[in-house]
């Protein structure tokens, strides 16, 4: 995420085979962040099957 055209990253969790709901993001950043690398963690409770 490096450069002034940069939007937004939105990373969602929805339970397997749900493709039709989008629920709030699990993880936002958004613009420029610079020319390096970052990590990021998010902490989830997921139940049954779901995709990223």
């Known amino acids: 995420m490096y450069g002034t055209s940069i939007g937004t990253l939105n990373v969602y969790v929805t339970a397997s085979g749900q ?17 390096q690398w970052k990590k990021a963690n998010v902490t989830m409770s ?6 990223v």
């Open 19 to 35: 493709t039709n709901n989008r629920p709030s993001p699990a993880f936002t950043l958004s613009g420029d962040q610079g020319n």
């Open 46 to 51: 997921p139940t049954g099957n779901y995709q």
